[in-house]
Nanobody, 121 residues
Framework: QVQLVESGGGLVQAGGSLRLSCVLSGPIFSINGMGWYRQVPGKLRDFVAFITSDGSTSYEDSVKGRFTISRDSAKKMVYLQMNSLKSEDTAVYYC???????????????WGQGTQVTVSS
C-alpha cells in the first residue's frame, strides 16, 4: 500500500519560515513527480509547487520567490521550504505523488493526510 506522510507544519509569525517534508512508502514502479497543494476551509485544494522526475519545477504565482520545492529521489522524499510567510499562506498543506503502479505500470496518484500551517500576523 502506497502512503505519503507529511511533517513540518506548525505555527509561525508572518515573515518567518517553515520546511515541510513528505515521504513516500510502499511498492511503486517509478515516480513521475511529487508536489504540494494547500486547502483552506470552504475552498478547493490549490496547487502550490511541483517537481518532476527530471527535476523540473513549477510554482503557483503567489509563492514564486518565497517557496522552494526540492526532492531526494533515493529517499522518495519531497520538501517545501517556505520563506517570508504571509497570513494568506495559512492552510492545510498536502503532499501528492504521481507514480506508476508497480503491478500494472499505469499512472496513478496518492495524497498525504495533510499538515497544518498557520501564519500569525
Amino acid at each position: 500500500q502506497v502512503q505519503l506522510v507529511e511533517s513540518g507544519g506548525g505555527l509561525v509569525q508572518a515573515g518567518g519560515s517553515l520546511r515541510l517534508s513528505c515521504v513516500l512508502s510502499g511498492p511503486i514502479f517509478s515516480i513521475n513527480g511529487m508536489g504540494w497543494y494547500r486547502q483552506v476551509p470552504g475552498k478547493l485544494r490549490d496547487f502550490v509547487a511541483f517537481i518532476t522526475s527530471d527535476g523540473s519545477t513549477s510554482y503557483e504565482d503567489s509563492v514564486k520567490g518565497r517557496f522552494t520545492i526540492s526532492r531526494d529521489s533515493a529517499k522518495k522524499m519531497v520538501y517545501l521550504q517556505m520563506n517570508s510567510l504571509k497570513s494568506e499562506d495559512t492552510a492545510v498543506y498536502y503532499c501528492k505523488a504521481d507514480y506508476r503502479n508497480v503491478w500494472t505500470r499505469s499512472n496513478t496518484s496518492s495524497w498525504g493526510q495533510g499538515t497544518q500551517v498557520t501564519v500569525s500576523s
